[in-house]
């Protein structure tokens, strides 16, 4: 196996990894993640909704069917990251797990483009 396609898996892996982290944790400490948005002034009627999401993403860099589908999950994420991180910073957290894992989402993203280019909306060719 070449080095670049076991960098891609590893890094698409640790992604699915992080967003299904805190999917989990939206879902089983729904309250917790609450009082977290409300402190960062984000409105809580959205965890639930971006907890699935983060699910509906991860199988979505996973399959690799639907190129569109793919690129607006990644894109998902890598907005998510950012904002996480912003928030994380603003409220004197300091950097956490959502900063380290953007350049890990970067990677994955690019060596998935050269990885498996051959799963994404390619019409049959008979």
Known sequence: MKTTKIIYWISTILVALVFLYSAQMYFFKTEMIKGFFEHFNYPTYIV???????????VMILWRKSQWLTEWAYAGFFFDLVLATAAHQEAGHGLGLSAMAIPVLIISYFLGKQERPNNLDIPNQE
């Open 48 to 58: 639930i909704p971006l907890a699935i999401a983060k699910i509906t993403g991860v």
